[in-house]
Structure formats: C-alpha cells, structure tokens
Nanobody, 119 residues
Framework: QLQLVESGGGSVQPGGSLRLSCAASGFTLDDYVISWFRQAPGKEREGVSS????????YYAESVKGRFTISRDNPKNTVYLQMNSLKPEDTAVYYC????????????WGQGTQVTVSS
C-alpha cells in the first residue's frame, strides 16, 4: 500500500520542541518533493515547509523561519520536521504530502498528526 504516515505530534508548552516524522511505504521518497502543511481549527490549510529530492533545497513559511527545520533521510525513506521555540499559534494538525518534481498536484497525503502548544 502506497502511503505516508506521520508521527511525533503531541502536546508541549510554549518554547518547547517536537520532531515530526513522515515515513513513506510502498514507494521511495527519492523522486518526491515532500511538504508539510498544517491546518488549525477554523483556518485554511497553509504550507509550512518543503524539501526537494535532488539538491535538498528547502522552503519555509515566514511564520516558522528560524524555528523549524526540515530534513530528509533517504535510506530511511523518511522526512522530518524539527520544530523548536513552539508558540500557541503553531497549534494545528500537521500533514505531510508528496508530489513529483515539476508536478503541482500532490499524489500522497498522510493522515495528519496533532500538535498542541499550550501552557
């Protein structure tokens, strides 16, 4: 079965850290741009970060620059999102998604993992 599975979400106090994982099964991530999105209650889904398969170039939304780091481990077929200095406004369901380079449509989506930042 071809799928992406996220893990690593949870509850943390402001200023804390979490690391999300996005593991692929049934296909290799080597050919895919992997992106993290998030959606908070009552808000539209927003792109958080992306990483390219070839040169490892990355993208970050302004709201997370300097606090989040995306990385990939190709042998493990996994992409990570290290989230530091978390803020209450980071609270959302986080999804990873994969698309082929040069294609806009995302082929694969994970089921989502909840991140809650609260004191």
């Amino acid at each position: 079965q071809l799928q992406l599975v996220e893990s690593g979400g949870g509850s943390v106090q402001p200023g804390g850290s979490l690391r999300l994982s996005c593991a692929a099964s049934g296909f290799t991530l080597d050919d895919y741009v992997i992106s993290w999105f998030r959606q908070a209650p009552g808000k539209e889904r927003e792109g958080v970060s992306s990483i390219s398969p070839s040169d490892g170039s990355t993208y970050y939304a302004e709201s997370v620059k300097g606090r989040f780091t995306i990385s990939r481990d190709n042998p493990k077929n996994t992409v990570y999102l290290q989230m530091n200095s978390l803020k209450p406004e980071d609270t959302a369901v986080y999804y990873c998604a994969g698309r082929r380079v040069g294609v806009e449509k995302y082929d694969y989506w994970g089921q989502g993992t909840q991140v809650t930042v609260s004191s």
